[in-house]
Nanobody, 129 residues
Framework: QVQLVESGGGLVQAGGSLRLSCAAS????????MGWFRQAPGKEREFVAA????????YSADSVKGRFTISRDNAKNTVYLQMNSLKPEDTAVYYC??????????????????????WGRGTQVTVSS
């Protein structure tokens, strides 16, 4: 099991930036693909971005392409989500999640939340207009 703790959320004006961090502990972080998901009130949880265990490839939702960037530092057991040009529709609770990467025996894709086995508690991001 991987323990995940998100930080960096807050209130920001439209057009502003935030950087979310997710610190991991408990298992070998470098064996896990990491994802960011978000959930707004009354809406389903949705995929935001994911990065494979080595950091060599990443994926992002169309709604955030060109604005959000996922990265990871395996030496620090941390994954980041840099969010620029924020919009009010980005308002949500953002969750960090981990899944054992396929190279290490994991299964499932990177964009579906059901593929992920470990989750943080989330951090609130509010974008005001």
């Amino acid at each position: 099991q991987v323990q995940l703790v998100e930080s960096g959320g807050g209130l920001v004006q439209a057009g502003g930036s935030l950087r979310l961090s997710c610190a991991a502990s408990g298992r070998t972080f470098r064996n896990y693909a990491m994802g960011w998901f978000r959930q707004a009130p009354g809406k389903e949880r949705e995929f935001v971005a994911a990065i494979i265990s080595s950091g060599g490839s990443s994926y992002s939702a169309d709604s955030v392409k060109g604005r959000f960037t996922i990265s990871r530092d395996n030496a620090k057991n941390t994954v980041y989500l840099q969010m620029n040009s924020l919009k009010p529709e980005d308002t949500a609770v953002y969750y960090c999640a981990a899944k054992l990467d396929s190279t290490y025996g994991g299964s499932g894709g990177y964009t579906g939340w059901r593929s992920y086995s470990d989750w943080g508690r989330g951090t609130q991001v509010t974008v005001s207009s």
